[in-house]
């Protein structure tokens, strides 16, 4: 699964949820477990990073309810 959309983040508008990590380890990892994403969401500030794993298929900025991941092409 090599799909790259170029994600940007703004960790000021997250929320943590946790709908990116989420739908990151099901997808990847094939369970329900923040701590198996391939992202990582800082409790202490407002910082979204990726891991090195991360393929940046999008799906955590598709499902990111607040805009706080999005792709660079959904820019305008």
């Known amino acids: ?3 790259r959309t170029p994600l940007k983040t ?5 929320t943590q949820c946790l709908n990116c990590q989420l739908v990151c380890s099901i997808t990847h990892a094939g369970i329900f477990n923040p701590g198996m994403a391939r992202l990582r969401i800082s409790a ?6 990726f891991e090195p794993e991360c393929i940046q298929c999008g799906l955590c900025a598709r ?4 805009g706080a991941i999005i792709a660079a092409k959904e820019e305008g």
Not at 44 to 49: D, L, Y
């Open 1 to 3: 699964m090599e799909c």
């Open 44 to 49: 202490s500030e407002p910082q979204i990073a």
């Open 10 to 14: 703004d960790g000021s508008r997250c």
């Open 63 to 66: 499902h990111c309810l607040y």
